[in-house]
T-cell receptor, first 115, second 112 residues
Framework: DSGVTQTPKHLITATGQRVTLRCSPR?????VYWYQQSLDQGLQFLIH???????AKGNILERFSAQQFPDLHSELNLSSLELGDSALYFC??????????????FGQGTRLTVV | AQSVTQLDSQVPVFEEAPVELRCNYS??????LFWYVQYPNQGLQLLLK??????LVKGINGFEAEFNKSQTSFHLRKPSVHISDTAEYFC??????????FGPGTRLSVLP
């Protein structure tokens, strides 16, 4: 158990809908990273928040957004869902802003299926 | 822009044999290099990382990797694999420790 909690574990929704994925970081970790893993695109970094502020953006679509709340949990919002958004969405947390001197710990992911 | 190539999508190897998983990268700036392992139905776990200094990096579970700047490679090795090493392995690069680019992954299958 990495200490990172993601809910829900599975989500099935229809095209055009909006969903929210939740991530609770390890106690004491200030950074939250979001990643998407799909068969087509592989593993992609989406976005990074540190202590409530967005710090880095990767290949995140405009239909997707995220935020980190004062209690440090984070939510990834996916809207106008398409079939191609079906993927495993991971979050990871770390103590520092940079994954250089510290390690990021990954949750078990939320599997999103868009039908 | 950075990119990562993992030339082998699947590597079958017998138990107790050595293994090398290849990773090549391209970047116009200095990067940090990482290897992650993903066991079935699990998130990623960091195996090791190269930041600077010695080009030979030792990680967890007996894995090591060698950074070769001239060949822009960061190959992962283990002298003797176990059944429990069966997993997907991802190489990744980052120039700032925040934004990561991952390779497509190599599926290691250890056969009895």
């Amino acid at each position: 158990d990495s200490g990172v909690t993601q809910t829900p574990k599975h989500l099935i929704t229809a095209t055009g809908q909006r969903v929210t994925l939740r991530c609770s970081p390890r106690s004491g970790d200030l950074s939250v990273y979001w990643y998407q893993q799909s068969l087509d695109q592989g593993l992609q970094f989406l976005i990074h928040y540190y202590n409530g502020e967005e710090r880095a953006k990767g290949n995140i679509l405009e239909r997707f957004s995220a935020q980190q709340f004062p209690d440090l949990h984070s939510e990834l919002n996916l809207s106008s869902l398409e079939l191609g958004d079906s993927a495993l969405y991971f979050c990871a947390s770390s103590v520092d802003r940079w994954q250089v001197n510290t390690e990021a710990f990954f949750g078990q992911g939320t599997r999103l299926t868009v039908v | 822009a950075q990119s990562v190539t993992q030339l082998d999508s699947q590597v079958p190897v017998f138990e107790e044999a050595p293994v090398e998983l290849r990773c090549n990268y391209s970047s116009s700036v200095s990067v940090y290099l990482f290897w992650y392992v993903q066991y079935p139905n699990q998130g990623l776990q960091l195996l090791l990382k190269y930041l600077s200094g010695s080009t030979l990096v030792k990680g967890i579970n007996g894995f090591e990797a060698e950074f070769n700047k001239s060949q822009t490679s960061f190959h992962l090795r283990k002298p003797s694999v176990h059944i429990s090493d069966t997993a997907e392995y991802f190489c990744a690069v980052s120039d700032d420790g925040q934004n990561f680019v991952f390779g497509p992954g190599t599926r290691l299958s250890v056969l009895p």
